[in-house]
């Protein structure tokens, strides 16, 4: 049984269970919310603890290998740019697409205040701060402080500062310290790891306190999320089709065909990896030169995911509207700064990983709380397919958009590939 079942098991069997305690033995609902709810907090706390490493260690690692790969060539380096480009307007779509959805169809009233009634770990929103304070608050005084804090935009800026002036120093010392951080993400990942194997007793434990209190409200308040997340990241994905069309000059059609079986792949695997080789395939049928597909698409799958700052940021501006964090113009411009940013470290992530490590510092960015992130990473199953549906029909338009801007030889694109393997 796989790891994402597992814990959608428990959260289902938590949620019952919860439900028919209320119904059942009222009385019981506080003496076992008293037990459950500790459990279910010191998993939180343990999940918590890896985000501020595991961020840092991502951005300065996932730069320096961005910036090295921008630096193997022409095509490479407007490959980059394109999909940095591509990320900051996912970000922006999920800015103004998610507030849209959420008033066209809003998460009842009843369950929304049912669920924050019953979600533990949520600590009390603290107010904007007004706005030159605010930008004065970006560049951190004291690093330390901030990651004490929590400030989640203040250690994106040190660490992405950090990572480009690592580009720029001895060659040995960038690879003696490109090494520590890969190394601390590692180390992570293996933490992430093990609290993710024991995840289906933390949500098990967050689902009963949540079913009891919420009510069979809290089941109709998943499926809203699931969907409202979803519809974002479908219209993300739907991008893929005009940019074909209009960047790589490919009809409607064509590109349709070529895309279906990697599409077909990334739906029953859920991993860009594994629809590496249908994209290749599907570049073909293009008419792609394979000095070009053969270093895009392998680059696309490393380092680019359409869909990632788009859901990623949906999920914390549904977290801020179920809690209630007022959502202004420049909050959800700086929740798009942050999204884009953190996509650049966690591309690469299992999904149950990146979902906690790439959202936490977005949502923490506009003000809303981490801590229900516990319990909505259990029904991420089918985000996550429209996120890799979404992520390898981008990938293909990109790349027969680069094949139309560059025009490589196959000398050229084998010199690349070395260099970057290199």
């Known amino acids: 049984m796989s790891q994402s079942t597992r814990i959608l098991l428990a959260l289902v069997a938590g949620l019952l269970g919860g439900i028919l305690l209320a119904a059942n033995a ?47 060539g022409r095509l ?130 967050l689902a009963l306190v949540v079913g009891a209190r919420a009510g069979t409200g809290a089941f109709g308040a998943l499926v809203h999320y699931i969907l409202t997340v979803s519809a974002v990241g479908v219209c993300v994905a739907l991008i893929a089709y005009p940019l074909a069309v209009f960047g790589g000059k490919i009809g409607l059609a064509r590109y349709a065909r070529a895309a279906l079986p990697s599409q077909a792949v990334a739906i029953s695997t859920q991993s860009s990896l594994a629809s590496l080789p249908a994209m290749l395939a599907g570049a073909r049928a293009l008419g792609v030169p394979v000095a070009t ?58 999904g149950t990983v990146s979902y906690v490590s790439a959202i936490a510092p977005v949502a923490a960015a506009i003000g809303a709380p981490v801590a229900p992130l516990g319990l909505l990473v259990a029904v991420e199953t089918i985000p996550d397919i429209v996120r890799t549906l979404g992520n390898v029909m981008t990938d293909l338009a990109t790349t027969a958009t680069l094949a139309r801007w560059n025009h490589v030889t196959e000398d050229e694109a084998d010199t690349l590939v070395e260099e970057m393997s290199l």
């Open 26 to 72: 009222a009385t019981l609902v506080d003496p076992v919310a008293s037990v459950a709810q500790p459990i279910g907090q010191a998993w939180l706390n343990a999940l918590q603890m890896t985000i501020i490493p595991l961020v840092f260690s991502l951005l300065v690692t996932g730069v320096a290998a961005t910036a090295e790969a921008a630096q193997a």
């Open 76 to 205: 490479a380096g407007r490959a980059i740019a394109l999909y940095v480009t591509m990320l900051a307007l996912s970000a922006t779509a999920a800015a103004l697409l998610t507030p849209l959805f959420l008033q066209i169809a809003p998460l009842p009233v009843e369950s929304a205040a049912s669920l924050r009634a019953a979600m533990i770990g949520v600590a009390p929103i603290p107010p904007t701060p007004p706005l030159g304070e605010f930008l004065a608050n970006i560049v951190p005084a004291n690093i330390v402080k901030a990651a004490v804090e929590n400030s989640f935009l203040s250690l994106i800026i040190f660490a992405l500062i950090f990572a480009f002036a690592l580009t720029r120093i001895d060659s040995d010392l960038r690879v003696l310290l490109t090494r520590f951080f890969t190394a601390v993400r590692d180390t992570m990942l293996v933490v992430i790891g093990w609290i993710l194997w024991i995840a289906p007793i933390g949500v098990f434990a």
């Open 293 to 350: 597909a053969g270093v895009t698409l392998p680059l696309a799958v490393a380092i680019f995911r359409a869909t990632g700052p788009a859901m990623n940021f949906a999920v914390a501006i549904y977290i801020a509207t179920w809690f209630g964090v007022p959502l202004s113009p420049a909050t959800l411009a700086v929740g798009t700064v942050v999204a884009t940013l953190t996509s650049l470290g966690s591309v690469s992530l299992p």
